[in-house]
């Protein structure tokens, strides 16, 4: 799994999207209207299911991870870290302050998994 590709694609992915994947007052991974989270974007068609909405993004079955390819716990941990600072900045923010809130905590992921954040700039406009 290549963690940097990752990271790039779920900014990219959430940049043109314009925004979290949230409605009724919560995040989803894939919403009603198609909006999808930062886990949401990358979970194949074929893997997704309705009843991963009801789990937190530690408790999803491993044929999730599977499908990302994600073998290692270290791995694994990362794309919850993801979709964790997904969630808490789309509760913080309320809308507006998504993108902020959501560049503070990737660049503390960035960090911790030694991960250049060359499209951050993106966010912070």
Known sequence: MDKQ???????AFLHAQGGPG?????????????????LGCL????VYTDDLEDR????????VFDALDAESDDEIA??????TAHDNAA???GGAEFWPLWADALEGIAREHSLTLSAIGTLRS
Do not use: M, W
Request: glycine share 4%; aromatic share 6%; charged share 35%.
């Open 5 to 11: 590709a990752i990271l790039d694609r779920v900014i």
């Open 22 to 38: 949230r409605q009724h007052n919560g995040c989803f991974y894939r919403t009603d209207d198609g909006r999808r989270s930062a």
């Open 43 to 46: 979970i194949p068609d074929a």
């Open 56 to 63: 937190d993004p530690a408790d999803l079955p491993r044929r």
């Open 78 to 83: 990362f794309l919850v870290a993801l979709e």
């Open 91 to 93: 509760k913080r923010s």
